[in-house]
């Protein structure tokens, strides 16, 4: 054919770093710290609801079921979020389900961004936020996170990483349709305070600005630190999609069950896309959801509680994994939340051989160096992530992890 196939919207997205580290890492590596899902099973209570799902006497639930979200599980998320936004919720109307966050995220762009509209992305970023807002044929346009490092040398947290009020102020525009908004954010672990959060709220309401909130990591905060909902914040509800993961929420990433909670004016058009794309999510993973919030909703920060449990026991595999990567000679961030975790690598930049024409970062480069390397001849190396890694393993993965670093250390020394 002389003419191009593929749709304008497809230009310049079609790679995807997930796509290529995870090939990465089937054909080299030994130990993926890389990709974002748990190799840990999930809790009891939830897989012994999929199972009575499953081969119950409820014949239905093999069928479809409301296109928008199973009504067990739109009800208890309802209940649910009433409790944590403090405002009441129509499962009807202020709730959907959809095929992960990552469908929740498309249908927010496919329905709220234009063409000629811009969207505001903070750095660094989720990397689907930009190809799908191109998608929807919107700019995006990026304000970073900046570092201010500590002055006593101690190794640099998340928290040290700040929007600029003004460059952040000067980012909107009379074009500014939404901002993302990722907190806890992905890779940086970054928890926004209420402050940072009521900055980003005044702007929104100033100059009439969306907001698309991304919270799939909303209950893996640590060090005491609390996530705030931008949504509940003055001004914020009537305009704010919230969207959340119970791959994340679970450790049931295979399940892509996630949802959009907002007003029912922002909601409705979301309902549009969703139908015409997707349409309907698998009702029997919906409804093993559902008893998982139900039984959240009766612990509710109770000790007892998964949401109270998880994040303790990542604490310590964070804690852990930042004492591997230091010792290495790499200088992790601390993060505040999600399971991923940043590492300045600029250190070993002599060691990464030169690509010729290529115009890879030197991140990039330097995964795939690690992952492709030999540690005294006993195999591939573990594989990262081009800046980050992921400690949301059992611990016998981060075990296994440590021992290559380990070892790459002492060769490194050695020669």
Same mark, same amino acid.
């Given at each position: ?56 006497? @409820? ?18 998320? +309802? ?16 709730? =959907? ?34 190809? =799908? ?14 570092? @201010? ?16 009020? +003004? ?18 954010? @992905? ?37 005491? &630190? ?143 160096? =690690?992952?492709?390397?030999?540690? @005294? ?31 790459? &250390? ?6």
């Amino acid at each position: 054919m002389s003419r191009p196939v593929q749709a304008r919207r497809l230009e310049g997205i079609d790679k995807n770093i997930w796509v290529e580290f995870v090939k990465l890492a089937a054909t080299y590596s030994k130990v993926n710290l890389g990709q974002g899902f748990p190799d840990f099973p999930p809790p009891d209570f939830l897989t012994e609801a999929f199972t009575r799902a499953l081969g119950g006497q @409820n014949h239905m639930l093999h069928q479809y079921t409301r296109a928008f979200g199973h009504p067990p599980l739109v009800t208890v998320l +309802a209940q649910f979020f009433k409790k944590l936004l403090g405002r009441d919720l129509d499962p009807m109307t202020n709730v =959907m389900v959809t095929v992960g966050a990552y469908q929740a995220l498309f249908c927010c762009f496919q329905a709220l961004v234009d063409e000629g509209d811009e969207v505001i992305i903070i750095e660094p970023f989720f990397d689907c936020y930009e190809p =799908m807002v191109r998608m929807a044929g919107g700019t995006p346009v990026f304000v970073p996170l900046r570092p @201010n490092p500590p002055k006593d040398g101690k190794l640099m947290s998340s928290a040290d990483w700040q929007l600029d009020p +003004a460059e952040l102020a000067s980012k909107f525009s009379e074009r500014t349709k939404a901002i993302v908004l990722n907190s806890p954010n @992905n890779p940086l672990g970054k928890v926004f305070s209420r402050g940072e959060l009521g900055l980003i709220a005044e702007l929104c309401v100033k100059h009439d600005v969306l907001c698309i909130s991304d919270e799939v990591y909303e209950w893996l905060v640590y060090d005491g &630190k609390q996530h705030i909902r931008i949504a509940s914040l003055q001004g914020m509800w009537d305009r704010t999609v919230t969207v959340g993961s119970a791959g994340k929420t679970f450790s049931v990433t295979g399940w892509k069950v996630g949802w959009v909670v907002g007003p029912d004016r922002l909601l409705q058009h979301l309902r549009t896309v969703h139908q015409n794309s997707v349409y309907h999510c698998a009702t029997i993973a919906q409804e093993a959801v559902a008893q998982g919030f139900q039984r959240e909703l009766r612990l509710y920060g109770k000790p007892e509680s998964y949401f109270v449990q998880l994040p303790k026991e990542l604490q310590q595999k964070r804690d852990w994994l930042v004492q591997s990567l230091d010792g290495v000679g790499m200088k992790p961030i601390i993060p505040e939340g999600t399971y991923f975790l940043v590492a300045d690598i600029s250190q070993f930049k002599s060691d990464v051989p030169d690509v010729p024409n290529s115009d890879e970062p030197y991140d990039y480069r330097f995964a795939k160096w =690690m992952i492709k390397s030999k540690v @005294n001849g006993s195999g591939p190396f573990c594989c990262l992530c081009p800046g980050w890694v992921c400690a949301h393993c059992e611990e016998a993965t981060l075990k296994a992890a440590n021992e290559i670093l380990q070892k790459w &250390k002492q060769e490194k020394t050695s020669s």
